[in-house]
């Protein structure tokens, strides 16, 4: 049997960093090696705190597990 152990995750800030006439231009910038423990709601304080930190506005957070299988 395949068993998958998380191994860490890494995040996806989508911020805005333009807006002319009503069409906004974004950017992804992303961080990797997050503990894989971390609950989503730790996960999304987390973003917020590193988009404080940033001169753009936050439009969307993404959140990409990764996962190690292994045979048991």
């Known amino acids: 049997m395949t068993k998958k152990i998380k191994v860490t995750?890494?995040?996806?800030?989508?911020?805005?960093?333009?807006?002319?006439?009503?069409?906004?231009?974004?950017?992804?910038?992303?961080?990797?090696g997050i503990d894989s423990k971390?609950?989503?709601?730790?996960?999304m304080e987390l973003a917020e705190a590193l988009n404080s930190l940033m001169e753009y506005s936050l439009s969307n957070v993404g959140r990409?597990?990764?996962y190690s299988l292994v045979t048991e």
């Open 9 to 32: 995750s890494s995040m996806r800030l989508q911020v805005i960093t333009e807006s002319v006439n009503g069409k906004e231009t974004y950017k992804t910038v992303a961080f990797s």
């Open 64 to 66: 990409v597990n990764s």
């Open 38 to 43: 971390i609950s989503d709601d730790d996960f």
